[in-house]
């Protein structure tokens, strides 16, 4: 659960034949070779169009996402990330007025949600990197995946991030230790419900062996 559930490609895999869509995502693995003029990037973008976000296959907190313009955009990202061997996600720039719903599940069931808006013209919502968070009612249609996403994942909490890019919802990722800011706490009782959901789930560990 832990390697499928922080990489970002393998957790789009894995919930493939989820309700709502997952994003499409290429892999691009990088290094000394990867960065090199006749290593064409393109031939594995079929279908996707400027611009493009490229962000690290397995980072979190928002850090790291950028926004490729052109080919060349691409290959200067590519490039960069060679120098640290970063395996890179591409996918497809919804578009400045997507947001982000992020859903904590405790004990298989949604427990909080979160929308989160990107400020000041940045191309994520995590409030990490300014993003306007703010606790909002799980829209129905995120709530019709609840039951599959319980079953792919049946972990005492993870969060699973959408976008909605003003039409339509779009599955992101999956986070096994989501997290989220001391305000959510003081509304919600998130904190508790995740500590004492891992409790529960340790106990019946040991009951069994």
């Not at 060679?82 to 859903?103: F, H, M, N």
Request: charged share 20%; hydrophobic share 40%.
């Amino acid at each position: 659960m832990s390697f499928i559930a922080t990489d970002k490609v393998a957790t789009l895999l894995y919930l493939r034949d989820c309700p709502v869509r997952p994003i499409p995502t290429v892999r691009l693995a990088t290094g000394r070779e990867s960065a090199a003029p006749y290593r064409d990037p393109q031939a594995l973008l079929e279908g996707f169009e400027y611009p493009l976000i490229v962000k690290p296959v397995a980072w979190g907190g928002g850090m790291g996402v950028c926004v490729a313009k052109t080919p060349d955009d691409l290959y200067s990202l590519v490039s960069l990330a060679s120098g640290i061997g970063c395996t890179l996600a591409v996918q497809p720039y919804l578009g400045a007025e997507t947001v982000d719903y992020r859903v904590f599940f405790v004990d298989g069931v949604p427990h909080t949600t979160l929308l989160r808006r990107p400020m000041r013209s940045a191309y994520v919502g995590n409030a990490a990197q300014g993003g306007q968070v703010s606790i909002v009612d799980l829209p129905e249609a995120l709530a019709e995946t609840a039951g599959y996403l319980s079953e792919k994942f049946p972990i005492p909490y993870f969060a699973v991030d959408f976008l909605h890019d003003g039409e339509r919802f779009w599955l992101s990722e999956v986070e096994p230790d989501g997290g989220h800011g001391n305000y959510v706490q003081d509304a919600t009782g998130l904190l508790q419900a995740r500590f004492h959901a891992y409790a529960a789930a340790q106990e019946k560990f040991l009951a069994a062996r």
